[in-house]
């Protein structure tokens, strides 16, 4: 039994485990001085019997009460009273409690009680969790439900077996086996509701498929096309563009992305129930900017329900989000054999699968795993073998990197802020920046797309290579001119420029659009960098980033 002491303003405290089982785990206090620390050991051990002799007869709702008033007892002659009158209570005086049944233990474990109780055999769930194990355990009811665990037999377990839902595939029956062995075997320990249970056997479930891999051309056409709503877009091109799991991606908001464009993800959003943090690539960023300034005054939630769709819902859910996503391949236009309609060995494309396509085109692009698991979540590098046969086939046709978020969604005013600039691009003929896909929605890919798997027209692209673009990732994660003080993710407003562009910088921006209306976007990525670079220096010579300009800032003396 774990008991510790501490010191505590008035005097020493004391940690007992008291309760039906010992399961509450609180601290007590003593009324014995802090220069008395052997007194205060010898009461923390009596006070552990008592606490032990309350649980054998029974007394678990007075126990506190008992324990409390046995601590504020100074007087060894009154709590050698006290400890009298606990010894004499017996089990037969004690009051008799009522038998657990099957559904009672089902109730205490999907609404969180038996965690908190015994942290160390039953993992932690979140409510989306814990409400699918009681839709799953709830199934044995008619049979199970006011069973006591003692009067459960083999027969019983059979029976409740015919109560699986006919025709689920075989992991899905192998799901409900696993809860239901689950709560018989915590039945016997910790709970000792009976010393045995009947045997469940799960069979394994059925091999998984191959996952589906999406391309870059394919989340373009998915994200241009306009009869999908752009709250599904978006959320489309974020999952793509950042790997994370679609549960925790539900719940990001505004106010989880600081001031230098890092989101940072809490541990309750998590499976893993670990927070972490990532720096938002430039596109992304601007994506979110200009999604923001759409949003009603006061939105906190990035990723919302469609408005003014034929079933609105009140919020997303991955299942919802799984659903929709194959109904908007179709949508879009998107027929590749496999990816739509599940082939001999694969499996259609799923939600996971975007997430599994953010993986195979980083390490195609050569992105460390540890920058991969940053943005995914993923625990241990191990899990990307898995991944080695499509990062082989990205390499093979070039698959290349997703095309630039916000100019992907057709976002209005997905170009760039510079007036200058944009007059120098309006110089040059063919699309504007957010505009060449945007017209092109729902389109069928070209003959080039469907034959190289590229969206670089005839031409397909190369994996980005981080040293020469002066970035970590496929984005080039750098803050410099699409940073989150120009984006105003955390409510900071960009400057306008001081100065003019020279010519160097008026004909990168007229090169700008060009390479995107070839969909050259690995090019478009570099030419965006250098842009961001060379605007930087005109309106802030000197400072690298924001951390720099507060360095600067606490070295002149906060002037």
């Known amino acids: 039994m774990a008991s510790r002491l501490r010191k505590k303003a008035t005097g020493w405290g004391a940690r007992i485990r008291f309760g039906e089982n010992l399961g509450r785990d609180e601290w007590i206090s003593l009324d014995v001085p802090h220069d008395q620390e052997p007194q205060a050991k010898d009461r923390l051990a009596r006070l552990q019997a008592m606490a032990k002799r309350l649980s054998e007869v029974g007394r678990h709702v007075e126990a506190r009460a008992w324990l409390e008033e046995a601590g504020a007892t ?16 017996s089990p037969e005086t004690a009051p008799q409690r009522a038998p657990k049944t099957f559904r009672k233990v089902v109730q205490e474990l999907c609404d969180g009680t038996l965690h908190e109780l015994h942290p160390e055999d039953v993992r932690y769930r979140t409510k989306q969790g814990r409400d699918a194990r009681l839709t799953q355990l709830s199934t044995f009811f008619p049979v199970l ?4 665990f003692d009067q459960i037999t083999g027969d019983d377990i059979d029976e409740a077996k015919r109560l699986i839902p006919k025709g689920v595939k075989q992991g899905t029956r192998s799901r409900y086996l696993r809860e239901l062995r689950f709560l018989l075997r915590i039945a016997v320990d910790p ?32 994200c241009a096309c306009l009869e999908i709503p752009i709250e599904r877009r978006i959320l489309y091109a974020f999952l793509a563009r950042n790997g994370g799991r679609v549960s925790e991606t539900l719940q990001y908001t505004f106010q989880c992305i600081d001031a230098d464009g890092v989101i940072h993800v809490a541990k309750e959003w998590t499976k893993t129930k670990k927070a972490r943090y990532w720096q938002l690539a430039p596109d992304v960023l601007e994506a979110l900017r200009l999604r923001r300034a759409q949003m009603p005054e006061g939105a906190t939630l990035i990723f919302v329900p469609p408005t003014g769709v034929r079933q609105p819902i009140k919020q997303l859910t991955r299942h919802h989000v799984l659903r929709m996503l194959n109904l908007d391949l179709k949508t879009a236009g998107i027929t590749r054999q496999g990816l739509v309609t599940a082939l001999a ?25 540890r920058w991969i698991m940053d943005r995914s979540g993923h625990e241990s590098a191990a899990v990307f073998e898995k991944y080695d046969r499509g990062v082989r086939h990205a390499r093979e046709i070039h698959l290349g990197w997703w095309a630039p ?7 209005p005013g997905a170009e760039c802020e510079d007036t200058a600039i944009d007059a120098a691009a309006g110089s040059v003929s063919g699309p504007k920046l957010g505009q060449s896909w945007a017209k092109g929605a729902k389109r069928p890919m070209n003959s080039a797309v469907r034959a190289n798997g590229s969206g670089m027209g005839g031409e397909p692209s190369h994996p980005i290579n981080p040293a020469k673009t002066g970035g970590e990732g496929p984005q080039n994660a750098t803050r410099e001119g699409l940073g989150p003080a120009d984006l105003s993710i955390s409510g900071q407003s ?18 700008l659009p060009v390479a995107i209306a070839a969909e050259q976007w690995d090019l478009a990525q570099a030419i965006m960098q250098e842009l961001g670079e060379r605007r930087r220096a005109r309106v802030a010579p000197g400072v690298t980033s924001l951390a720099d300009a507060r360095r600067k800032r606490d070295e002149g003396g906060g002037k």
């Open 74 to 89: 100074r007087a060894e002659r009154g709590f050698r009273a006290l400890e009298a009158m606990v010894e004499e209570l």
């Open 145 to 148: 439900g006011d069973k006591t």
């Open 191 to 222: 709970l000792a509701l009976c010393e045995r249970t009947p045997t469940v056997k799960v069979l394994k479930g059925e091999p998984r498929g191959v996952f589906q891999l999406l391309y870059p051309a394919e989340d373009a056409q998915l």
């Open 345 to 369: 060995g694969e499996r259609k494309l799923c939600t996971h699968d975007v997430r599994a396509s953010f993986v195979t085109l980083a390490r195609a692009a050569g992105m460390s795993d």
């Open 405 to 411: 978020m916000a100019i992907a969604l057709g976002l």
């Open 494 to 511: 960009s400057s306008p420029p001081e100065t003019t562009p020279g010519p160097v910088e008026q004909a990168l921006a007229a090169a």
